[in-house]
């Protein structure tokens, strides 16, 4: 927006303003910022409209957020959009909630689950530019997923013979399976070749990136 900035209320009988509308106005300088925000609460007081303070502030851009998205400067100062670091922290832990490696879940069920989520979510952050966060959440989803499955397969016996029969090598199946109670650890070394990234298209695991490597 630029340094003007326009508002335009419904006046009439029997018209109520939401209980909560957020708003961000963006100007050139810190002081401009400061000049705004006393004159909306001016403006506010007078229509009987109560500003929540501790939510309201004068920042820069990039350290505000509006709406789960938030901003940072491409190369040339150009001005690109994000999901804000709240947002990734919200989506994180819903992802982690539902990949946790107790209750006995399948993998298909789990991944399921994650569909009904991650469709909408990437729905919602789709005009992000940022790629490479995209692309690192789909290999941590992965990660997190091969980690069920060694869970699952608990002895090393299982998980040598498992991992063998999806195609890893003997020496890469050996090294798994010496440590098999290491989940996370073991599910990010070489047994993304037991489980690529085909396997889990195949079973409807949504991409939030265009492209991925692991």
């Known amino acids: 927006m ?6 335009r209320f419904c006046e009439g009988p029997r ?20 000049r705004v925000m006393e004159a909306l609460r001016g ?7 109560r500003v929540n303070e501790t939510k309201s502030a004068v920042g820069r851009p990039q350290d505000r957020k509006f709406l789960g998205y938030s901003f940072w400067y491409a190369k040339g100062s150009v ?13 994180k832990d819903r992802v982690r909630d539902i990949t946790k490696r107790s209750g006995g879940r399948s993998i298909p069920s789990v991944i399921k689950e994650l569909r009904g989520y991650l469709v909408g979510w990437k729905s919602y ?20 997923l ?48 037991a489980f690529p990234i085909a396997y889990f298209d195949g079973l409807g695991l949504p ?8």
């Open 15 to 34: 018209v109520r303003f939401p209980r909560a509308t957020r708003r961000n106005v963006y100007v050139r300088s810190r002081r401009a910022g400061e």
């Open 2 to 7: 630029r340094r003007e900035f326009h508002v």
């Open 207 to 214: 991409r939030l990136a265009s492209t991925s490597t692991r």
């Open 146 to 193: 091969r980690a069920i499955h060694l869970k699952h397969w608990k002895r090393g016996t299982t998980i040598y013979r498992e991992l063998r029969k999806r195609g890893l090598s003997s020496t890469g199946a050996a090294k798994v399976a010496a440590n098999g109670r290491r989940w996370w650890k073991n599910s990010g070394m070489t047994i993304n070749i």
């Open 43 to 49: 403006l506010f007081a007078k229509l009987r409209l």
């Open 125 to 144: 952050f789709q005009l992000a530019d940022t790629p490479k966060i995209f692309s690192d959440l789909d290999e941590w989803i992965r990660h997190r």
């Open 79 to 91: 001005v690109k959009r994000r999901i804000a670091k709240q947002a990734l922290v919200a989506m």
